[in-house]
């Protein structure tokens, strides 16, 4: 994915407008007006334009407002259907056996599941694992029933091998080897080491201190998954829960021994991604064996112990800061050595410094490897874990030197747009009347109250592939069509939308499809791309159904192509709106075929539509229990900019969604594995904790309308990436208590107080 | 195998399954139910959730064998229930839900939806803090529940018929005033 992993935090270009505004050209038409039934010539002017445009934020009657999801009906009445909810004629339902060691040699004896009734296949995967969760073997049977039965009969012996789990043991002495080049990657090195040094040596107030965040699970509620309906022949059909309708296409096709054109991609519905499901998986890879040598549909879900070892996760990191602070709180140097731990992958980290400028800066980045699953990418890869580190430093120096914790973060941004979204979460949440603004408040042994700031960026953007039809029938209905897939953030509804509005129609008057590898092409969701690559395309075909059902309309209503409005489900001329027709009897013009038109993301027209560069500010208010470290987060107040919003409903839901995930990952979340054992400690939703219902707090989401950019940007990820940094200094500045390795344990706030070892 | 004669949504069906199903099992897999989610199978995430005798309910813990002559309501039910009690459409739980735009992959709704029903069923105008208690078995990891907790908010709102408060301005939890109960 093309903006998956930003190698540093861009500054975030302005969100003045004007930057990407062209001249106005216009032109004057002469024609006729009945005026009193009485013909005039008049001259009307109006806009050339080159291409589709989104027009005026005030005049928008769809777009920008607050929309109900198309797919609300059908999913708050248990009908939509997903994955995990295909049923066909035939299906076998397959389970994956997942090696509990780390690494282990393996033999397995499937002779007795075989013979169990029911049980259709029994197939060894694996004979050495590199990974604890690594698939083995999968079964299937007539029902999930008959599955586990086989499972249960799997004779399987295990050889541990040596492995390393953590970063202990992957940095010991005789290690066992994870990759087959060691178990440290390629360090990126950026800036001047002496340099920096140098500055913070000289720096009035300095620090040097590790700070270290878990593994995290994507945790989506929906498990990685597919059905594959082949039952021989030459074409199979896919179900699959996936951020990318058509990237699986060719993998089954090559797996079943079929081509592109003879396999279907279907995502009606997705139970949420957060960037862990992009292709068909091994999962998906075992269930076309299985398919293939049953020749049956195969239902393969992972099962939720399964999804928390094999199907990815947010790396972990730890980061060591050397950092100088000058008296006016600007930072003079900081020196980052990171490491991440993304299992068998890379991991991802943000390029240190976060988002401030901290002056002269060095920054090391190195991917520690472990015998455990890859990480993939998570909502914003790289960047909250960047921002953990980078926010606490500021807070850790500015407390040295007596300074204000918001006037600190104003003094190392550049882009004042930030200086504003600071200044607004900060009166949100009580800041001015906050008692503790350059020193923490008291270990008092009773409940202390704190406050806590965060930052965030993102690219966003789009990119080609992305092509879509717009279809007006004869009876006035109207299709949208492109292969995109709505992972649960609205695209399904974002389609509709534009496409309402270019007509003066209602979201309700068209119908979108999408999730089919049979409609147009589109890119794949993750980096928060969907919008930028999805809605120029969309807009585009819009734009070229509106052209060509105004020049067919033009004769009709007397007057030229240029002047046919479309406006609250009406179609006049601007010489005579009053002469109006309503929009059905307009497309009942239309011949029988009724009228289709194409459009797609072509690089100069999206230029025009959608935007890259985002700002955010979070703000969190946390009352701590000094005497048994218990933390509550009372409220949380996010800001984010984000050009034209499609759907204010929904960029409010990724607000408010990113933002508790963000909570979650302060308080709750963290892989735990016994590297003693070697085993997963806490692959379910019991002992993996997630935020409930009842940890959410006051919550108040902005969206900055300051932004008045006529572009679209996706919203996804930013939301995310500052909160649990804002949590974490919120705790800090309550009662004392620094606290440098999530989650904010109570255990952890003792130790930090001094109330136990 | 075991015969087993359920009351499902208001219709009596006769299905055979294993003695050892959950009623999830039986729902998803026999029934084709599949409204009721799958999310865990173990009692941790509450996307399961159905209504026993009204009475909210993990059915991937529950025997199917259990539930013979009671009445079980999944979210397949919601609205023909609402529709045959005299209202028209979806239950107003549903619709809030939609009208509040509170969800967004939708997996979790199913679960969120009728444990907000069984709560609003025993006690028509609770607090926050009451339907955040509710609700507190039910895992969402999209949402970040707050747009559920106004949704929940706007039905009871519409029928205690005092306005829903504007989004974003809750009050923090264990805060809120408690609204006239209705006797
Ligand atoms: S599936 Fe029943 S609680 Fe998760
Ligand atoms: S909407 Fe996706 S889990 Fe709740």
């Given at each position: 994915?093309?903006?998956?992993?930003p190698t540093g935090a861009p500054l975030a270009p302005n969100q003045d407008?004007?930057?990407?505004?062209?001249?106005?050209?216009?032109?004057?038409?002469?024609?006729?007006?009945?005026?009193?039934?009485?013909?005039?010539?008049?001259?009307?002017?109006?806009?050339?334009?080159?291409?589709?445009?989104?027009?005026?934020?005030?005049?928008?009657?769809?777009?920008?407002?607050?929309?109900?999801?198309?797919?609300?009906?059908?999913?708050?009445?248990?009908?939509?259907?997903?994955?995990?909810?295909?049923?066909?004629?035939?299906?076998?339902?397959?389970?994956?056996?997942?090696?509990?060691?780390?690494?282990?040699?393996?033999?397995?004896?499937?002779?007795?599941?075989?013979?169990?009734?029911?049980?259709?296949?029994?197939?060894?995967?694996?004979?050495?694992?590199?990974?604890?969760?690594?698939?083995?073997?999968?079964?299937?049977?007539?029902?999930?029933?008959?599955?586990?039965?086989?499972?249960?009969?799997?004779?399987?012996?295990?050889?541990?091998?040596?492995?390393?789990?953590?970063?202990?043991?992957?940095?010991?002495?005789?290690?066992?080897?994870?990759?087959?080049?060691?178990?440290?990657?390629?360090p990126g090195q950026n800036g001047d080491r002496a340099e920096a040094e140098a500055a913070i040596a000289a720096a009035p107030a300095k620090l040097e201190a590790t700070y270290s965040v878990?593994?995290?699970?994507?945790?989506?509620?929906?498990?990685?998954?597919?059905?594959?309906?082949?039952?021989?022949?030459?074409?199979?059909?896919?179900?699959?829960?996936?951020?990318?309708?058509?990237?699986?296409?060719?993998?089954?096709?090559?797996?079943?021994?079929?081509?592109?054109?003879?396999?279907?991609?279907?995502?009606?519905?997705?139970?949420?991604?957060?960037?862990?499901?992009?292709?068909?998986?091994?999962?998906?890879?075992?269930?076309?064996?299985?398919?293939?040598?049953?020749?049956?549909?195969?239902?393969?879900?992972?099962?939720?112990?399964?999804?928390?070892?094999?199907?990815?996760?947010?790396?972990?990191n730890r980061v060591t800061y050397k950092a100088g602070m000058n008296a006016d709180g600007t930072l003079a140097g900081l020196v980052a050595n990171a490491e991440k731990?993304?299992?068998?992958?890379?991991?991802s980290m943000a390029r240190p410094p976060y988002v401030y400028s901290a002056g002269k800066t060095y920054s090391e980045v190195v991917?520690?490897?472990?015998?455990?699953?890859?990480?993939?990418?998570?909502?914003a890869?790289g960047h909250p874990q960047a921002s953990f580190g980078m926010e606490a430093v500021l807070d850790e120096l500015a407390y040295q030197l007596g300074l204000d914790l918001l006037e600190v973060r104003k003094a190392n941004l550049k882009d004042k747009v930030w200086h504003r979204q600071l200044e607004r979460v900060a009166k949100e949440i009580g800041w001015f009347e906050h008692p503790h603004r350059t020193k923490p408040g008291p270990n008092?042994?009773?409940?202390e109250l704190g406050i806590g700031f965060g930052i965030s960026t993102w690219g966003?953007?789009?990119?080609?592939?992305?092509?879509?039809?717009?279809?007006?029938?004869?009876?006035?209905?109207?299709?949208?069509?492109?292969?995109?897939?709505?992972?649960?953030?609205?695209?399904?509804?974002?389609?509709?939308?534009?496409?309402?509005?270019?007509?003066?129609?209602?979201?309700?008057?068209?119908?979108?499809?999408?999730?089919?590898?049979?409609?147009?092409?589109?890119?794949?969701?993750?980096?928060?791309?969907?919008?930028?690559?999805?809605?120029?395309?969309?807009?585009?075909?819009?734009?070229?159904?509106?052209?060509?059902?105004?020049?067919?309309?033009?004769?009709?209503?007397?007057?030229?192509?240029?002047?046919?409005?479309?406006?609250?489900?009406?179609?006049?001329?601007?010489?005579?709106?009053?002469?109006?027709?309503?929009?059905?009897?307009?497309?009942?013009?239309?011949?029988?075929?009724?009228?289709?038109?194409?459009?797609?993301?072509?690089?100069?027209?999206?230029?025009?539509?959608?935007?890259?560069g985002v700002h955010g500010a979070q703000a969190a208010k946390v009352?701590v229990?000094?005497?048994?470290?218990?933390?509550?987060?009372?409220?949380m107040v996010g800001i984010q900019d984000?050009?034209?919003?499609?759907?204010?409903?929904?960029?409010?839901?990724?607000?408010?969604?990113?933002?508790?995930?963000s909570?979650?990952y302060a308080?709750?979340?963290?892989?735990?594995?016994?590297?003693?054992?070697?085993?997963?400690?806490?692959?379910?939703?019991?002992?993996?904790?997630?935020?409930?219902?009842?940890?959410?707090?006051?919550?108040?989401?902005?969206?900055d309308?300051d932004d008045?950019?006529?572009?679209?940007?996706?919203?996804?990820?930013p939301?995310i990436v500052p909160g649990h940094s804002a949590i974490a200094n919120a705790v800090h500045n309550a009662c004392g208590a620094r606290v440098r390795d999530l989650?904010l344990?109570?255990?952890k706030v003792?130790a930090a107080l001094g109330?136990?070892? | 195998?075991?015969?087993?004669?359920?009351?499902?949504?208001?219709?009596?069906?006769?299905?055979?399954?294993?003695?050892?199903?959950?009623?999830?099992?039986?729902?998803?897999?026999?029934?084709?139910?599949?409204?009721?989610?799958?999310?865990?199978?173990?009692?941790?995430?509450?996307?399961?959730?159905?209504?026993?005798?009204?009475?909210?309910?993990?059915?991937?813990?529950?025997?199917?064998?259990?539930?013979?002559?009671?009445?079980?309501?999944?979210?397949?039910?919601?609205?023909?229930?609402?529709?045959?009690?005299?209202?028209?459409?979806?239950?107003?739980?549903?619709?809030?839900?939609?009208?509040?735009?509170?969800?967004?992959?939708?997996?979790?709704?199913?679960?969120?939806?009728?444990?907000?029903?069984?709560?609003?069923?025993?006690?028509?105008?609770?607090?926050?803090?009451?339907?955040?208690?509710?609700?507190?078995?039910?895992?969402?990891?999209?949402?970040?529940?707050?747009?559920?907790?106004?949704?929940?908010?706007?039905?009871?709102?519409?029928?205690?018929?005092?306005?829903?408060?504007?989004?974003?301005?809750?009050?923090?939890?264990?805060?809120?005033?408690?609204?006239?109960?209705?006797?």
């Open positions: 994915m093309s903006t998956n992993e407008p004007k930057a990407q505004e062209k001249p106005r050209k216009t032109r004057k038409i002469k024609t006729t007006k009945d005026v009193n039934g009485v013909p005039q010539e008049i001259e009307i002017e109006v806009e050339d334009v080159d291409g589709p445009r989104w027009g005026e934020r005030k005049d928008l009657k769809v777009l920008n407002t607050e929309l109900r999801r198309v797919d609300g009906p059908v999913k708050v009445t248990g009908r939509a259907r997903y994955t995990h909810d295909v049923r066909l004629p035939g299906m076998v339902y397959a389970r994956l056996l997942c090696c509990p060691y780390p690494s282990a040699e393996v033999t397995i004896d499937v002779q007795d599941a075989l013979k169990l009734p029911g049980v259709e296949a029994a197939i060894v995967l694996e004979t050495k694992t590199r990974f604890l969760g690594q698939p083995i073997a999968v079964v299937a049977g007539r029902t999930s029933d008959h599955a586990d039965d086989a499972l249960r009969a799997l004779k399987v012996t295990y050889k541990p091998l040596p492995w390393a789990v953590d970063r202990a043991q992957a940095l010991a002495e005789g290690a066992p080897n994870v990759r087959k080049n060691g178990n440290k990657g390629k878990p593994v995290q699970h994507h945790a989506s509620l929906e498990t990685h998954g597919v059905v594959i309906d082949y039952r021989g022949g030459e074409e199979a059909t896919v179900y699959i829960s996936t951020q990318w309708t058509f990237a699986a296409v060719g993998q089954v096709a090559e797996l079943l021994g079929l081509k592109a054109n003879q396999v279907t991609a279907i995502v009606e519905h997705m139970g949420g991604g957060f960037g862990s499901k992009f292709d068909l998986g091994s999962e998906g890879a075992v269930a076309c064996r299985v398919a293939k040598e049953l020749k049956k549909p195969v239902h393969l879900m992972l099962r939720r112990p399964d999804e928390f070892v094999m199907a990815g996760n947010r790396s972990g731990f993304g299992g068998l992958g890379d991991g991917a520690v490897y472990t015998n455990t699953d890859s990480n993939r990418a998570m909502r890869p008092s042994g009773g409940k966003g953007g789009g990119s080609g592939g992305t092509e879509c039809d717009v279809q007006l029938a004869k009876d006035g209905s109207v299709t949208v069509s492109v292969g995109t897939q709505d992972l649960g953030t609205g695209s399904r509804t974002l389609v509709t939308a534009i496409v309402a509005e270019e007509f003066g129609l209602q979201l309700g008057d068209v119908v979108a499809r999408i999730g089919n590898s049979r409609l147009p092409s589109a890119t794949g969701s993750g980096g928060s791309t969907t919008t930028g690559s999805l809605s120029p395309a969309v807009k585009d075909a819009a734009w070229n159904a509106r052209n060509a059902f105004a020049e067919h309309l033009a004769p009709i209503l007397k007057t030229e192509a240029a002047l046919v409005r479309f406006a609250g489900g009406k179609v006049f001329s601007q010489a005579n709106p009053n002469a109006a027709m309503t929009w059905k009897q307009a497309c009942a013009t239309l011949r029988d075929a009724g009228l289709n038109a194409h459009g797609k993301w072509d690089k100069d027209r999206a230029a025009a539509l959608m935007g890259n009352e229990d000094t005497l048994t470290g218990r933390v509550r987060v009372l409220e984000c050009g034209l919003p499609i759907n204010r409903t929904a960029v409010r839901s990724q607000l408010n969604g990113g933002m508790v995930q909570l979650s308080l709750f979340e963290e892989r735990v594995i016994d590297p003693v054992l070697g085993l997963a400690l806490n692959a379910n939703f019991e002992d993996y904790k997630l935020a409930g219902p009842s940890e959410i707090p006051k919550m108040t989401s902005i969206i309308d008045q950019r006529s572009a679209t940007i996706g919203m996804a990820e939301a989650p344990t109570p255990d003792l109330r136990i070892a | 195998m075991r015969v087993l004669h359920l009351l499902i949504n208001g219709d009596r069906v006769t299905v055979a399954a294993p003695e050892h199903w959950t009623l999830l099992e039986v729902l998803r897999y026999e029934l084709g139910l599949t409204g009721s989610k799958q999310g865990c199978d173990k009692g941790d995430c509450g996307a399961c959730t159905v209504l026993v005798d009204g009475k909210p309910v993990l059915a991937c813990l529950t025997l199917a064998a259990l539930c013979e002559e009671r009445a079980v309501t999944t979210i397949e039910g919601l609205l023909p229930a609402h529709v045959k009690s005299g209202g028209s459409g979806p239950d107003p739980v549903q619709a809030a839900f939609d009208e509040c735009g509170a969800l967004q992959c939708g997996f979790c709704q199913p679960g969120m939806m009728l444990s907000a029903r069984a709560l609003l069923d025993r006690n028509a105008c609770p607090t926050r803090t009451e339907i955040q208690d509710a609700l507190a078995g039910n895992l969402c990891r999209c949402t970040g529940y707050t747009q559920i907790v106004e949704a929940v908010e706007l039905a009871v709102a519409k029928h205690c018929g005092v306005a829903p408060r504007r989004p974003g301005s809750a009050r923090p939890r264990g805060r809120s005033r408690p609204p006239p109960r209705r006797a």
